[in-house]
């Protein structure tokens, strides 16, 4: 079938094309309704069946005969450790640490966080909870020990399953202590932690609730799958929203397993024995859609990579370990590429790898810009797909479906709505805007299948923040347009929401952090444009009547105060002190002109602004003069 085939069959008859991909995985007890309502905010998929989704992405192999072949292939250019796991050592693994979580009381729907660096062992701990029907949520390990605790607080965890330390380049970064703070301002009790222990940096297992994981495996006894419901959470993943507060995307389980199955083929044409590569890490839905579920459900080798795309050891990285291990998929971000591009712009360390086994290269993150695109394109003459999908999509809403038909780039677009997804664009009254003609990205309910169905105890605020703007729609939070042919084009964020380096960040948890230093009245927090990273945010800042700011103290110190808060991931840098925000006369800070004003684009200026002269400071710290755009 082809795309525009396939496209109105899941959307003339979703139960059938759904229950088709459905039936490739396999169920404990068959569901009793595709798709139906009552069970939360919008229809769920499923309904009464049951799996594991350990058992479809591991046993199932083993069972069919492949247990000998590579399930994860781990490269880490920090350690230089080079080291593969096939999927008969895989079941063993996550059967000996379910067991050691289960000896340890954790039942199934207990959560579990789960604190690590790209690695088997982390892979591992997702699968282990996923056997045992526990819940994991995966903390990356940029966020700092305030965002790690509001994280324990929300998903009140049974364990924290953690890494002794992270490698970030050169730097060696011991968890243990970040931990202990997160303990020590969460309220939740957790009641062990589960170290597992690098040479790096070990943890002191003799230390209150710290235990070693290698003497926890190694007289469980192993624990079988346990099915649970399609529609229990496989995991939760917080992710920045527009309040400080993150939001716990929950996971259903069959919806999911059977979305990523259709897109290994469908938009990764990637078929079972081949092997996928998604540089990304298991703290972002990327990597638990790509490098973890998708991959080991459709029985690719998957490839777990440590390390930053240039400079462990430069930027050929990527290169040498596609060849070395015939990656045919590869996913990354594009400012990974950019990266690359700026250290090595004619890509000449590309040269010399056997790159035949590659078949596509797929990014997402944030939108690729059309000279990181046709870079990629013209290094490597194979198909650069641009494909958008947020954490609350768990896959890609647009992309080109190269396993069903590969449709024309077009540079700046993400390309189509995937099979399931009904994409619109509207207009501030819920008018659908004409062909490219820019308006809020919506899609119509119901969602397909593995989309968010709710947020971890927080039902109101999904109800609050997706549906309740265009009834009948889920709001997408990203602004765009839509062209004759039917490509989608996402090009801006209707909200808060900064993305710097593929990473969401919300400005408001920014701006909390700046806001409670006692020398700022208030503040803005803005996404600016930044080219290797897309964005970074800038803070503005007005101080108290009689605070100074001369000697820049105060700067260093509010940048000092986001990376402790918030984490080094914030990249929080840039502080200008200024002696007003623009404001609209009802009190909203226009936070739009100031972006657009950093980025040397023209403003957009509301007629309801309070006083347009406020502008003119930020003209002259941007240095140029209003109207020279
Ligand atoms: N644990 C601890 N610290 C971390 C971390 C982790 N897992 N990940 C990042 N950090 C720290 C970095 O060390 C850096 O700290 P610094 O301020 O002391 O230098 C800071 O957070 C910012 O990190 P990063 O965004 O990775 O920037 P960078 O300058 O080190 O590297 C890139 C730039 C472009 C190479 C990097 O951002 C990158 O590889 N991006 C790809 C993004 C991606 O894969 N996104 C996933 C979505 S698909
Ligand atoms: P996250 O939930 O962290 O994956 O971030 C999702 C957000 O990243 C989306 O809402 C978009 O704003 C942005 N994004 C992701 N992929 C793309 C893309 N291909 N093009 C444009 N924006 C993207």
Known sequence: MRYAQLSAFAADEPDRFWVEVADKLAWTKRWDKVLGDGQGPIPRWFIGGELNACHNCVDRHVDDGFGDQ?????????????????????????????GAMRARGVAKGDRIIIYMPNSPEAVIAMLACARIGAIHSVVFGGFAAKELAARIDDATPKLVIAASCGIEGAKVLPYQPMLEEAYAIADHRIEATIYWQREQAPADIGKTDAVDWADEIANAEPAPCEPVKATDPLYILYTSGTTGQPKGIVRDTGGYLAALAWTMEGIYNCPPGSTYWAASDVGWVVGHSYIVYGPLLNRNTTVVFEGKPVGTPDAGIFWSIMAKHKVRSFFTAPTAIRAIKQVDPEGALAAGHDLSSLKAVYLAGERTDPSTLEWTEKLLSK?????????ETGWAICANPLGVEELPTKAGSTSVPMPGWDIACLDEDGVPVAANETGAIVARLPLPPGAAPTLWKAEERYVEAYLERYVGYYLSGDAGYIDEDGFVYVMTRTDDVINVAGHRLSSSAIEEVLAANPSVAECAVVGIHDDLKGQIPAGFVVLKAGEQSDSGLLQQQLVLDVRTAIGPVAAFKQVHIVSKLPKTRSGKILRRNIRQIADREEATIPATIEDRAVLEEYYKLFEYESGAV
Do not use: N
């Open 70 to 98: 590579v399930a994860i292939q781990y490269e880490s250019a920090v350690t230089q450790i080079s080291r593969s796991l096939t999927f008969a050592e895989l079941k063993d693994a996550t059967a000996r640490l379910g």
């Open 383 to 391: 198909p650069v797909v641009d494909h958008w999908w947020q954490t």
